[in-house]
């Protein structure tokens, strides 16, 4: 294997691939990049068995072959490289010499055969969608999903993919986002639930004017744009019925300034409980109190104004699941709408001119006088 490439190119590519390759592994191949010299250019290439990332980058290539390369030295070599044309050649699957300007540097790979395969995912009758929707969906939903292990399904997003509607849904069973976007060029109905560290590569590595192309495989899903692929697993299993959670009749309505609602629970949220982060809303009037009330740390009270003119309410909340909410929400207005003290409350964007629509979540917490 031999070929040239401009700095900055190989810099590129491995950048993109780089994310993809595990941190920690008791497989050494997984720590590699695999990289394939062929006719159109090199194809970098990194997993971590769960998620893929290949992408073909343009380089002049005398000699075709594959090598796969330690990921964290590759990169750390390329990025303190001078701006200059990178010569790489491999006298062997395992001897690899690379030179740029006058510096010189030799490299043990692992062979190529010990590399694992990508899934077989075809992209024949793929759907199609824009990137930038993909982008709004993972943006606002994705930090909902679960980190903890006792209920795997939950740890994914739902994809749900209609013939004129992409939605995606994210819950812990505390908290819910919901979004969904108008879109065309689905070929059919279509739920997947797909890891967030796969949507997140998809963030990473494809523009918001980009097209993206997905195809599934039995237990995989696909995504291909220009000569970049993203390959991720499902998490299988069915998703919990999120629309029973979702409240409505819920009749009491405040509307709040996002920036001073968010400023306030930061504020109170300092004596909270670091176990249940509760905080005490009261909507009363034009006026919306915070109450916290910690044994062995103190008390804490504030208020702001709000737009209320329900009969007056007080519910608790974990103040660290509304402010994440609060992140994420696209507007400075936020409109929330609850029922009672121990029902749901839900959290949108007020005033957004926007065709999408987007929801929040949040269960309360039981209040403690």
Request: glycine share 6%; hydrophobic share 40%.
């Amino acid at each position: 294997m031999k070929f040239t490439i401009t700095r900055e190119k190989l810099q590129e590519g491995l950048v993109a691939v780089a994310a993809s390759v595990p941190t920690k592994t008791t497989l050494p191949v997984l720590s590699n990049i695999l990289v394939e010299a062929v006719p159109d250019g090199i194809r970098l290439s990194g997993t971590d068995l769960d998620i893929a990332v290949s992408t073909l980058v343009p380089a002049e290539v005398d000699a075709e072959g594959a090598v796969t390369l330690p990921a964290k030295k590759l990169v750390e070599i390329v990025r303190e490289l001078p701006s200059a044309a990178v010569r790489l050649t491999a006298a062997s699957e395992q001897r690899v010499s690379l030179e740029c300007g006058r510096s010189r540097f030799k490299l043990l790979g692992i062979p190529r055969d010990e590399f694992p395969s990508f899934p077989p995912v075809r992209f024949e009758n793929a759907w199609t969608a824009a990137s930038g929707d993909l982008q709004k969906l993972i943006g606002h939903v994705a930090f909902a999903a679960s980190t903890e292990e006792s209920r795997p399904i939950l740890n994914g997003v739902l994809w749900e993919l209609r013939k004129d509607q992409m939605r995606m849904v994210a819950t812990n069973g505390h908290r819910l986002a919901r979004m969904d976007v108008p879109a065309s060029g689905g070929r059919q109905a279509a739920d997947f639930i797909v890891p967030p560290k796969a949507l997140e590569q998809i963030r990473r590595l494809f523009g918001a004017a980009d097209e993206i192309q997905i195809a599934k495989s039995e237990n995989h899903l696909g995504f291909r744009s220009g000569q970049t692929y993203v390959y991720t697993r499902l998490i299988e299993g069915p998703y919990p019925n999120y629309e029973q959670v979702i409240p409505r009749d819920n009749d009491r309505v405040a509307v709040v300034d996002k920036q001073a609602l968010a400023a306030t629970l930061r504020r109170v949220g300092v004596v909270a409980s670091d176990q249940t982060h509760r905080v005490r809303l009261a909507f009363s009037g034009g006026t919306l109190k915070f109450t916290v009330s910690t044994p062995d740390l103190g008390e804490a009270n504030d208020e702001m104004a709000a737009s209320y003119d329900g009969e007056p309410l007080e519910i608790g909340f974990n103040a660290n699941y509304l402010l994440e909410i609060l992140k994420f929400m696209p507007t400075d207005d936020v409109r929330i709408t609850m029922k009672a003290p121990e029902r749901a409350a839900t959290l949108e964007p007020s005033g957004w001119d926007d065709p999408a629509s987007y929801l929040c979540l949040v269960m309360p917490l039981r209040l403690v006088d």
